[in-house]
């Protein structure tokens, strides 16, 4: 089993900054992928970024691209990701997720951290 657990959420206002971090235990060795989703009550969960352990491929969605940076610390096991820039939409509570095989079947998923962005 792998453990994900995600910090930094809070409430900010448009225009500021956020920085996610996500911290993997457990048998990471067996992680492909990690990724950032969000989601909106009565909405789908979205992908927001996510990176590759090995390598460091890395996919933004169109809606953070320029504004939202992941970056990983393969020694420290750890997922960030940086959210500048906010606005009321990205509003959502904030999940890290882990892959063991590919960049899509996310098998492992953290708890989530609330991001809440005023105007």
């Known amino acids: 089993q792998v453990q994900l657990i995600e910090s930094g959420g809070g409430l900010v206002q448009a225009g500021g900054s956020l920085r996610l971090s996500c911290a993997a235990s457990?048998?990471?060795?067996?992680?492909?992928?990690m990724g950032w989703f969000r989601q909106v009550p009565g909405k789908e969960r979205e992908v927001v970024a996510r990176i590759r352990w090995s390598g460091g491929t890395i996919y933004y969605a169109d809606s953070v691209k320029g504004r939202f940076t992941i970056s990983k610390d393969n020694a420290k096991l750890t997922v960030d990701l940086q959210m500048n820039s906010l606005k009321p939409e990205d509003t959502a509570v904030y999940y890290c997720?882990?892959?063991?095989?590919?960049?899509?079947?996310?098998?492992?998923w953290g708890q989530g951290t609330q991001v809440t962005v005023s105007s």
């Open positions: 997720a882990a892959t063991i095989t590919n960049d899509y079947d996310y098998r492992f």
């Open positions: 457990g048998r990471t060795s067996v992680t492909f992928t």
